[in-house]
T-cell receptor
Framework: DTEVTQTPKHLVMGMTNKKSLKCEQHMGHRAMYWYKQKAKKPPELMFVYSYEKLSINESVPSRFSPECPNSSLLNLHLHALQPEDSALYLC????????????FGPGTRLTVT | AQSVTQPDIHITVSEGASLELRCNYSYGATPYLFWYVQSPGQGLQLLLKYFSGDTLVQGIKGFEAEFKRSQSSFNLRKPSVHWSDAAEYFCAVGRMDSSYKLIFGSGTRLLVRP
Protein backbone atom coordinates (compact mmCIF):
# COMPACT_ATOMS: atom_id res chain seq x y z
CA ASP A 1 0.00 0.00 0.00
CA THR A 2 1.79 3.11 -1.26
CA GLU A 3 -0.97 5.53 -0.56
CA VAL A 4 -1.47 8.59 1.57
CA THR A 5 -5.14 9.32 2.20
CA GLN A 6 -6.63 12.63 3.23
CA THR A 7 -10.09 13.50 4.47
CA PRO A 8 -12.17 15.37 3.70
CA LYS A 9 -11.57 16.10 0.02
CA HIS A 10 -13.32 19.45 0.28
CA LEU A 11 -14.10 21.61 3.30
CA VAL A 12 -15.94 24.90 3.57
CA MET A 13 -15.79 26.61 6.94
CA GLY A 14 -16.60 29.94 8.47
CA MET A 15 -14.06 32.05 10.25
CA THR A 16 -15.42 31.08 13.66
CA ASN A 17 -15.55 27.33 13.02
CA LYS A 18 -13.23 24.65 14.32
CA LYS A 19 -12.44 21.81 11.97
CA SER A 20 -9.75 19.19 11.44
CA LEU A 21 -7.99 17.73 8.44
CA LYS A 22 -6.87 14.13 8.60
CA CYS A 23 -4.07 12.26 6.91
CA GLU A 24 -3.22 8.58 7.10
CA GLN A 25 -0.51 6.32 5.71
CA HIS A 26 0.22 2.64 6.27
CA MET A 27 3.63 2.43 4.65
CA GLY A 28 5.52 2.48 7.94
CA HIS A 29 6.88 5.92 7.18
CA ARG A 30 8.22 7.84 10.16
CA ALA A 31 8.19 11.35 8.72
CA MET A 32 4.96 13.17 7.88
CA TYR A 33 4.39 16.63 6.49
CA TRP A 34 1.74 19.30 5.99
CA TYR A 35 2.00 21.60 3.00
CA LYS A 36 -0.18 24.52 1.92
CA GLN A 37 -0.62 25.21 -1.76
CA LYS A 38 -2.26 28.30 -3.19
CA ALA A 39 -3.54 28.32 -6.75
CA LYS A 40 -0.80 28.34 -9.39
CA LYS A 41 1.91 28.21 -6.72
CA PRO A 42 4.22 25.47 -5.47
CA PRO A 43 3.53 23.76 -2.16
CA GLU A 44 4.83 25.52 0.93
CA LEU A 45 5.97 23.45 3.87
CA MET A 46 4.07 24.07 7.10
CA PHE A 47 5.03 21.32 9.54
CA VAL A 48 7.22 18.23 9.70
CA TYR A 49 6.79 15.39 12.15
CA SER A 50 9.65 12.97 12.54
CA TYR A 51 9.09 9.87 14.67
CA GLU A 52 5.87 11.46 15.94
CA LYS A 53 7.62 14.56 17.20
CA LEU A 54 7.22 17.99 15.67
CA SER A 55 10.60 18.80 14.15
CA ILE A 56 9.83 21.72 11.84
CA ASN A 57 7.27 24.50 12.18
CA GLU A 58 7.70 26.98 9.38
CA SER A 59 6.43 29.93 11.45
CA VAL A 60 2.84 28.92 10.85
CA PRO A 61 0.15 30.97 12.67
CA SER A 62 -1.25 29.34 15.78
CA ARG A 63 -4.71 29.06 14.20
CA PHE A 64 -3.18 25.95 12.56
CA SER A 65 -2.39 23.26 15.10
CA PRO A 66 -0.84 19.96 13.99
CA GLU A 67 -1.11 16.71 15.86
CA CYS A 68 0.47 13.31 15.30
CA PRO A 69 -1.45 10.79 17.45
CA ASN A 70 0.59 7.83 16.15
CA SER A 71 3.01 6.95 13.40
CA SER A 72 0.23 6.47 10.82
CA LEU A 73 -1.92 9.51 11.49
CA LEU A 74 -1.46 13.22 11.12
CA ASN A 75 -4.09 15.83 11.87
CA LEU A 76 -4.28 19.53 11.26
CA HIS A 77 -6.67 21.36 13.57
CA LEU A 78 -8.09 24.59 12.24
CA HIS A 79 -9.58 27.42 14.29
CA ALA A 80 -10.46 31.03 13.54
CA LEU A 81 -9.11 30.88 10.01
CA GLN A 82 -9.04 33.78 7.61
CA PRO A 83 -10.24 33.81 3.99
CA GLU A 84 -6.62 33.99 2.84
CA ASP A 85 -6.10 30.55 4.39
CA SER A 86 -8.21 29.07 1.60
CA ALA A 87 -5.92 26.67 -0.27
CA LEU A 88 -5.16 23.05 -1.06
CA TYR A 89 -3.65 21.37 2.00
CA LEU A 90 -1.38 18.49 1.15
CA CYS A 91 -0.13 15.78 3.44
CA UNK A 92 2.98 13.77 2.62
CA UNK A 93 5.05 11.05 4.20
CA UNK A 94 8.50 9.58 3.73
CA UNK A 95 10.43 6.62 5.09
CA UNK A 96 12.48 8.86 7.31
CA UNK A 97 14.63 11.92 6.87
CA UNK A 98 17.15 10.05 4.80
CA UNK A 99 15.27 8.40 1.99
CA UNK A 100 14.13 11.58 0.42
CA UNK A 101 11.08 10.27 -1.31
CA UNK A 102 7.84 11.83 -0.27
CA UNK A 103 4.49 10.31 -1.08
CA PHE A 104 1.80 12.96 -1.30
CA GLY A 105 -1.88 12.63 -0.59
CA PRO A 106 -4.51 14.09 -2.94
CA GLY A 107 -5.09 17.07 -0.68
CA THR A 108 -8.01 18.79 1.03
CA ARG A 109 -9.43 21.79 -0.77
CA LEU A 110 -10.24 24.28 2.00
CA THR A 111 -12.45 27.33 1.52
CA VAL A 112 -12.83 29.81 4.36
CA THR A 113 -15.88 32.06 4.10
CA ALA B 1 20.45 29.83 0.46
CA GLN B 2 18.92 27.00 -1.46
CA SER B 3 16.69 27.87 -4.38
CA VAL B 4 15.16 26.27 -7.43
CA THR B 5 14.35 28.10 -10.65
CA GLN B 6 12.02 26.89 -13.34
CA PRO B 7 12.33 29.58 -15.98
CA ASP B 8 9.34 28.51 -18.08
CA ILE B 9 5.92 29.27 -16.60
CA HIS B 10 4.08 27.63 -19.50
CA ILE B 11 5.18 25.29 -22.25
CA THR B 12 2.99 24.09 -25.11
CA VAL B 13 3.97 21.10 -27.21
CA SER B 14 2.17 19.00 -29.78
CA GLU B 15 1.25 15.45 -28.95
CA GLY B 16 4.08 13.16 -30.04
CA ALA B 17 6.69 15.88 -29.89
CA SER B 18 9.64 15.79 -27.53
CA LEU B 19 9.68 17.74 -24.29
CA GLU B 20 12.31 19.37 -22.11
CA LEU B 21 11.46 21.22 -18.91
CA ARG B 22 14.24 23.27 -17.39
CA CYS B 23 15.29 23.37 -13.77
CA ASN B 24 18.24 25.18 -12.22
CA TYR B 25 19.18 25.02 -8.57
CA SER B 26 21.37 26.80 -6.11
CA TYR B 27 22.69 24.67 -3.29
CA GLY B 28 25.87 24.63 -1.25
CA ALA B 29 26.45 20.89 -1.33
CA THR B 30 25.52 17.97 -3.55
CA PRO B 31 21.78 18.33 -3.90
CA TYR B 32 19.07 15.74 -3.84
CA LEU B 33 16.86 16.56 -6.81
CA PHE B 34 13.30 15.61 -7.64
CA TRP B 35 10.67 16.10 -10.28
CA TYR B 36 7.00 15.94 -9.31
CA VAL B 37 3.88 16.15 -11.45
CA GLN B 38 0.53 17.52 -10.33
CA SER B 39 -2.71 17.16 -12.25
CA PRO B 40 -5.38 19.80 -11.57
CA GLY B 41 -6.82 19.55 -8.07
CA GLN B 42 -4.62 16.57 -7.25
CA GLY B 43 -1.66 15.83 -5.04
CA LEU B 44 1.91 15.51 -6.27
CA GLN B 45 3.34 12.37 -7.82
CA LEU B 46 7.07 11.71 -7.83
CA LEU B 47 8.38 11.22 -11.37
CA LEU B 48 12.04 10.65 -10.54
CA LYS B 49 14.81 11.56 -8.15
CA TYR B 50 18.57 11.96 -8.16
CA PHE B 51 20.67 11.26 -5.11
CA SER B 52 24.03 10.17 -6.51
CA GLY B 53 25.60 7.96 -9.16
CA ASP B 54 24.51 7.91 -12.78
CA THR B 55 23.60 11.44 -13.78
CA LEU B 56 20.91 10.28 -16.19
CA VAL B 57 17.90 9.19 -14.17
CA GLN B 58 14.96 7.23 -15.49
CA GLY B 59 11.54 7.78 -14.02
CA ILE B 60 7.96 6.73 -14.44
CA LYS B 61 5.75 7.46 -17.45
CA GLY B 62 8.72 7.54 -19.82
CA PHE B 63 10.37 10.58 -18.24
CA GLU B 64 14.08 11.01 -17.67
CA ALA B 65 16.24 13.77 -16.23
CA GLU B 66 19.92 14.59 -16.41
CA PHE B 67 21.92 16.09 -13.57
CA LYS B 68 24.59 18.48 -14.81
CA ARG B 69 26.66 19.75 -11.93
CA SER B 70 28.61 22.24 -14.07
CA GLN B 71 25.36 23.91 -15.13
CA SER B 72 23.50 23.43 -11.83
CA SER B 73 20.68 21.94 -13.84
CA PHE B 74 18.33 19.00 -13.64
CA ASN B 75 16.21 19.15 -16.79
CA LEU B 76 13.30 16.81 -17.36
CA ARG B 77 12.82 15.19 -20.77
CA LYS B 78 10.40 12.95 -22.58
CA PRO B 79 10.89 11.83 -26.18
CA SER B 80 7.20 11.73 -27.12
CA VAL B 81 4.51 13.58 -25.17
CA HIS B 82 1.02 12.18 -24.68
CA TRP B 83 -2.09 14.28 -24.09
CA SER B 84 -2.30 12.84 -20.58
CA ASP B 85 1.03 14.49 -19.71
CA ALA B 86 -0.66 17.88 -19.54
CA ALA B 87 -0.14 18.97 -15.93
CA GLU B 88 1.97 21.15 -13.65
CA TYR B 89 5.55 20.01 -13.16
CA PHE B 90 7.61 20.93 -10.11
CA CYS B 91 11.33 20.58 -9.67
CA ALA B 92 12.52 20.37 -6.07
CA VAL B 93 15.78 20.21 -4.17
CA GLY B 94 16.06 18.51 -0.81
CA ARG B 95 18.53 18.37 1.98
CA MET B 96 18.95 15.19 3.89
CA ASP B 97 19.23 16.00 7.54
CA SER B 98 17.17 14.46 10.28
CA SER B 99 13.95 15.81 8.82
CA TYR B 100 14.44 16.78 5.27
CA LYS B 101 12.81 19.70 3.60
CA LEU B 102 11.94 20.12 -0.06
CA ILE B 103 12.42 23.46 -1.76
CA PHE B 104 10.12 23.65 -4.77
CA GLY B 105 10.48 25.62 -7.94
CA SER B 106 7.56 27.74 -9.07
CA GLY B 107 6.37 25.10 -11.51
CA THR B 108 5.92 24.77 -15.26
CA ARG B 109 2.49 24.19 -16.72
CA LEU B 110 2.59 21.83 -19.69
CA LEU B 111 -0.11 22.16 -22.32
CA VAL B 112 -0.39 19.50 -25.03
CA ARG B 113 -1.85 20.32 -28.45
CA PRO B 114 -3.74 17.47 -30.13
Amino acid sequence: DTEVTQTPKHLVMGMTNKKSLKCEQHMGHRAMYWYKQKAKKPPELMFVYSYEKLSINESVPSRFSPECPNSSLLNLHLHALQPEDSALYLCASSQDGREGRSYFGPGTRLTVT
Amino acid sequence: AQSVTQPDIHITVSEGASLELRCNYSYGATPYLFWYVQSPGQGLQLLLKYFSGDTLVQGIKGFEAEFKRSQSSFNLRKPSVHWSDAAEYFCAVGRMDSSYKLIFGSGTRLLVRP
